[in-house]
């Protein structure tokens, strides 16, 4: 048997990594619907240690003890994502969106707590299957496995990947009829939308005018001319520095009796510090190093944590998990339909959003850009919707989702 220590288990995922990546490149279908290397890599390793199992044979024994700084660095990441500036100039249809899906995110655990009862299944279990994995995806999934395990849902981080992988599959299959339909159904087209948009930005389905120019902020080292090694430096110092003083927020949380992931914390200092230098420009937050660091950070934490998945917990729940997506499907189209285009604007790019927002809250910001790359490559562009549906899919939601998700472990734990 082998046994791993730290960082060899961290060098083993980044190994399983690239092994998803070949396999991606071998295999298109799984690039079509935006599966993620390190989940497919982490998978492969984990089914092979359970056929492994099979024969009573231990292959290798991981210490994961690196697999918690990993999570937090990226949620922290997210942290300095959350500018009320870029909230500010997405204009009100960030706002309305975000509160759309904040809405919906209740409605998806409603929804899995209803299923969950419905077998006789502990109700946090619906929690996880609904707003934790559907809109939450693969990295807050395993973020907050731990706390359902500790809850009393046995196999959660196990369930937590399997309701995450069907979610991503089912987002890039749903999120592009529900748009189309739409644009057939209301005979909408991108000309009112390029009407009312730059020419060349709207054409690279980029947003255009001033909040481009926002937007520039987060990429501003790329034109200031200073050394990639400083940008690294500085953006993992304050990355760094955010989880120190987040750990001490973290542990206020937990004395005053409210359960948390420890990365709410980090992730709340890194908002903070980023609004903070937004309004002073003291620090001078290096925002795409640290989005590259965060990412960096997720991917090797969900290739680690899907290694360690014990894939036998998932015998007795194909049921409720399936009841489950083909429910979170009919009430994602429903929404998207009924609600999302009316209150973003029933035009064209309302439409396109519908199927961006159908591709983020069933799996992943990724789901709901090919969703719409895939929708304005037949109809035209839609700058608009290419704005507001990554910023809450990428952003906002993530923050907003952990309050949830929060509240309803709290609730019920």
Not at 14 to 40: D, H
Not at 225 to 238: A, F, N
Not at 274 to 283: E, L, S
Not at 305 to 333: D, F, T
Request: aromatic fraction near 8%; charged fraction near 10%.
């Amino acid at each position: 048997m082998l046994e791993l220590d730290q960082v060899q288990t961290v060098a083993f995922g980044g190994l399983s990594l690239f092994a998803g990546v070949g396999i991606i490149k071998m295999l298109p279908v799984l690039r079509r619907y935006n599966m993620p290397a390190p989940v497919i890599g982490g998978l492969l390793v984990a089914l092979i240690i359970l056929l492994a199992r099979q024969w009573d044979l231990t292959l290798v024994t991981f210490n994961t003890g690196l697999q918690t700084p990993l999570m937090t660095a990226f949620f922290t990441s997210i942290g300095f994502s959350a500018s009320l500036g870029l909230l500010r100039a997405g204009g009100g249809q960030v706002v309305l969106l975000l509160g759309l899906a904040a809405v919906f995110a209740v409605v998806q655990n409603i929804a899995g707590i209803l299923i969950a009862v419905g077998f006789g299944l502990p109700p946090l279990l619906g929690v996880l299957m609904g707003a934790t994995t559907m809109a939450g995806g693969p990295a807050t999934a395993m973020a907050f496995a731990p706390l359902f395990e500790e809850a009393g849902v046995a196999g959660a981080q196990t369930i937590a990947i399997a309701a995450a992988m069907a979610g991503i599959v089912l987002g890039g299959l749903a999120g592009g009829p529900v748009a189309t339909r739409l644009l057939e159904r209301h005979r909408l087209s991108a000309a009112a939308s390029m009407g009312a948009a730059d020419p060349d930005a709207a054409a690279a389905g980029a947003p255009a005018g001033a909040v481009s120019d926002e937007l520039a902020r987060d990429v501003e080292e790329d034109s200031m001319g200073q050394g990639g090694v400083y940008l690294v430096l500085k953006g993992l110092t304050v990355i760094m520095v955010a989880m120190w003083l987040g750990s001490w927020v973290s542990a206020a949380f937990v004395q005053a009796g409210i359960t948390l992931p420890g990365y709410v914390g980090a992730m709340m200092v890194g908002a903070l510090l980023r609004n903070i230098d937004d309004a002073t420009g003291w620090i001078g937050v290096p925002h795409a190093t640290t989005g590259n660091i965060g990412t960096v950070c997720l991917t090797l934490f969900l290739a680690v944590a899907l290694m360690n998945l014990r894939l036998w917990e998932l015998s007795g729940l194909a049921l409720p998990l399936l009841l489950n997506l083909g429910v979170q499907v009919v009430i994602i189209a429903f929404f998207s339909w009924w609600v999302v285009f009316r209150v973003m604007g029933r035009d064209y790019d309302a439409a396109v959003m519908s199927g961006g927002f159908t591709g983020f809250m069933l799996g992943t910001t990724a789901n709901a850009m090919a969703v719409m790359r895939t929708v304005v490559e037949r109809f035209g562009p839609a700058p608009r919707a290419f704005l507001v549906a990554p910023l809450v899919g990428a952003f906002f939601i993530d923050f907003t989702n952990a309050i949830i998700i929060t509240t309803f472990l709290n609730l019920l734990g």
